[in-house]
């Protein structure tokens, strides 16, 4: 089993899978967790931490918002101190990223998803590069 756990700085994760679900209903594979101003590296940590070893047979898809901050690092942390889960960590969170990954949830390998949302991802900052471009001139 997969399952997907949005991290996210305030309560962007909580939005986000709350417009996931207007789109494509509930999805109970989809975890959201927030990280807030009074916490820091160690408290996501260990919320983080909760979630996984909840389910010890699940595969975890960290999904945080920015590369480097706090979620990331957290995410990041617990993909590289527990061997023996399979936990990814993607940064730069988005709907539609979120949309492409969950869509294809049960039938891809997580590297696979992983792959599917960079590409996801590279797609819609070129194009939106390319629209500038085009009403620039």
Not at 68 to 96: D, E, W, Y
Request: hydrophobic share 45%.
């Amino acid at each position: 089993m997969k399952k997907i756990l949005l991290v996210a700085h305030g309560n962007f994760a909580l939005a986000a899978k709350e417009s996931i679900e207007m789109i494509m209903g509930t999805q109970n594979q989809v975890i959201a967790v927030s990280f807030h101003m009074n916490e820091g590296l160690r408290t996501i940590t260990e919320k983080l931490q909760h979630e996984i070893d909840v389910e010890a047979e699940t595969e975890w898809l960290v999904i945080t918002d920015l590369f480097g901050g706090t979620p990331f690092n957290a995410g990041s942390s617990i993909a590289m101190t527990n061997p023996q889960k399979t936990v990814r960590v993607l940064s730069g969170l988005s709907l539609p990223m979120l949309l492409e990954i969950v869509l294809c949830l049960e039938e891809k390998s997580l590297d696979e998803l992983v792959s599917n949302a960079i590409v996801t991802a590279n797609y819609f900052v070129k194009e939106f590069v390319r629209q500038e471009e085009e009403e620039s001139i």
